[in-house]
């Protein structure tokens, strides 16, 4: 999927929302429980009613690794399910992977090849030749980790380096010029809104992937304006606020109604910021 | 495993060598094919063929997840087939991994509960609470990417932070503090063995998992030279020097004697720099 594509998703949906499958077959209603791939079944579910309001999936990999050789059926079995009854969502591994060369290598073709996912995220850590692998693919996106919304991003990413920017900025200022705006995405975290400012000064057009609202705490309003551009820019993330908002049999009813609910927000916030 | 218990080992094969189970489908021999599971076939083989000479195994993630549930399967037997018949060896999960603390939580239930192994690689970036649950399980380890030896490693890692130090060292300063002797190492790539010496005044105590060895081009004279430790305090890994050494039936056999050699020379070094 091209950034074009992505915003015209966005136009038509006039939402900017990823629904986080964080799926923890822990916190999943027993009635689910009997399916033989219960994940996946939640899941299903879950993309049937709110698919009207998303343009994104975000399946986080450690909640289907957790369930070892099953976990990874229902995590390919979800993907090929939003490939074919919604062709047009955006599908993103929450991966967080970064290796040498021709590690990540194989991570792409994992990601990109075997599973058909749109986007991975990755951690810059290692460098150049940890992302550039992923960046060859047409249509297929690296989302690299700038500034996260947990605390430990004080440890590192918001230490000062020798080029006198925050390490978060430093990530973005070397590695934009490693891919461009159709292949690149950046995870900058909600619970530091007004930070975006200065981020759009590095990356003005570029998407970012905003988790951090809801559960996590993060204002949409406040997201909205100090990150959107003029082409929206922004893909929203939420997890458990959605997912979890119901754990009886109602869930998946639950879930379309908060859907709703965050998409009538981002679409006030698409008609006072972008014009259509 | 505890670190006497990791430095008994050493003592006792005269070998500080982990050995990389990067075990890609495509370059396994034809025979091992035939296999249910071939990749576990072939690491059974080269583990009963090196165990001698190894005190520790690495199966790197992306090699098993690019087979999907196939793959999983294989790491699991293949860790399992360790413990059974070597007990005493150090399993590595060279899994990458780094994500909030929820999620790290359940990263570290799923490689030290669900799947049976010592310990696992993880990246920095985001900070204390994507490292810490690791840190709760006794006798587990995690193990920090500090310097890598991949060209991307000069992009963030080798940047001054505010603190006046490379930012690999001001992440070895400060992850420190958040564990032990006993249940942290850290990643440093051989092909930097003159930087030990800096990384020594920092964690002079510490295991230091070294890659990059052999197929990547490191010293292993230099990386005793400057980074051994009254009790060793190094694990090297080589993968595909020795588990691709050859390519025919006898890999195992060849492999075998690539593990001698290098066991060779690493118990030399260990008379040299480490008093027994």
Redo the contacts between chains.
Sequence with gaps: MTAEQLFQQIQLKRSFLCVGL?T?INLIPKIVLEHEFPVYEFNRQIIDATADFAIAYKP?L??Y??L??????SL?MTVNYIREHYPNIFIIADA??????N??K??A??FFE??NFDAITL?????????SPFLEYRNKWAII?AL??????????Q?????GVH?FE??MI?SKAWGNENNLMYVVGATKAEMLTKIREIVPNHFLLIPGVGAQGGSLADVAKYGMNKKCGLIVNSSRAIIYADCTNDFAKVARLKAHEVQNDMSALLKQFVKS
């Design positions: 964080d923890d986080n450690a909640f690794e957790m070892g050789a099953a976990g990874w059926i390919e967080k992977r970064g290796d040498i060369g590690t990540s194989m991570y073709s994992t075997k599973i951690s810059p850590y290692m460098g150049i030749d940890s992302v980790l996260t919304s947990n605390n430990g991003s004080a440890d590192f990413q230490t000062i380096t020798d080029n390490l430093d990530v070397k």
